[in-house]
């Protein structure tokens, strides 16, 4: 039974008259009449008997009136309850490539400014943090920037970042010194599969030059793909964000950003969660961590995008 009936019930029991009701409800009265007829086909009783001089309660009427009050204020009182249990929860997804750089940021500040805030973090690829959002059940994820989100749904750029090539130290890539689109010809790669972004740019780039992309095998553990690359099996490319700033990766690889070939991330929002203060002090949080760590200078090549900035989640620029 939809609660709203209740209240127009009560209303035309205070007033006594269905037109006075009407205006004061700002409804019509024919609405305000359908209304009150749903309300007694719902109960299978009659409510009110018509006068000339308004309305009368029936004694299913007076009953009504008597339980419904109660009823309706611990209705109330349960949606607030449950109001601000939501918001004291927050769900952000994030990808793994964000980590060391971010994520192990993150978290601590969270729950050191914000105790009373209930954490969800899920870390996974993109396309599968795509999936968990627009199901619903994240307020708050760092995902490739999509122009035109579904409905719902909105997107803030925050960094546009390099590509980069990864193999075993023996490589002596240098993060100074990019390569051309070239040098992955005939690389033997370990990628995850379609649909990542990543993936799908780079094959698609590479088959439209002419030059021979080639994966070891598919795999969508990103650090394992990293470990294997440390150990020489294959190569990898992810964002910079991986590597840069990680004492353990920056030791043990090697890496060179790829010329011309750029991330743009963005800070996607369930908007149907904006009202929750969980979520506008996390995404705020968020925007703050991540200016700290490219005002720091430890991630290499991260350019802060303004908020109208629109970019494709990857751009390949390389020619040759």
């Not at 506008?280 to 703050?288: A, D, M």
Request: overall charge neutral.
């Amino acid at each position: 039974m939809d609660s709203r009936l209740i209240e127009y019930f009560l209303r035309v029991a205070e007033l006594g008259s269905i037109n006075k009701a009407a205006t004061d409800l700002r409804l019509s009265q024919p609405a305000l009449s359908r209304h009150i007829a749903l309300l007694e086909h719902q109960v299978r009783a009659k409510l009110f008997t018509r006068t000339q001089g308004g309305v009368l309660l029936t004694e299913a009427g007076t009953l009504l009136l008597e339980r419904a009050r109660p009823i309706l204020r611990q209705l109330t009182k349960l949606v607030e309850q449950v109001g601000d249990r939501a918001a004291g929860q927050l769900s952000i997804g994030v990808a793994p490539s964000w980590r060391y750089l971010f994520t192990s940021k993150f978290i601590p500040r969270l729950v050191a400014e914000y105790p009373g805030v209930s954490l969800r973090v899920h870390e996974g690829a993109s396309h599968e943090l795509r999936e968990v959002m627009h199901s619903g059940m994240l307020d708050l994820a760092i995902v490739p920037f999509e122009g035109s989100p579904p409905q719902g749904y909105a997107h803030t750029p925050l960094i546009r970042e390099p590509l980069i090539l990864v193999g075993k130290k023996a490589d002596e890539l240098q993060p100074d010194k990019p390569v051309a689109l070239s040098k992955l010809d005939n690389l033997q790669l370990a990628l995850p599969g379609r649909p990542n972004v990543i993936r799908t740019t780079i094959e698609n780039s590479m088959s439209r030059r002419g030059f021979e992309f080639k994966t070891l095998f598919e795999i969508d553990a990103m650090h394992l793909s990293m470990e294997l690359a440390r150990q020489g099996v294959a190569d990898t490319i992810t964002p910079c964000c991986a590597v840069s700033g990680n004492p353990y990766w920056e030791e043990s690889l090697s890496w060179s950003p790829i010329r011309g070939a750029f991330m743009t991330w963005a800070l996607c929002e369930n908007t149907a969660r904006s009202h929750s203060q969980a979520v506008r002090e996390g995404q705020r949080l968020v925007l703050q961590v991540v200016n700290e760590i490219v005002e720091s200078g430890i991630w290499l090549g991260a350019e802060r995008l303004k908020k109208t900035a629109e970019a494709p989640a990857i751009e390949l620029y390389e020619e040759t």
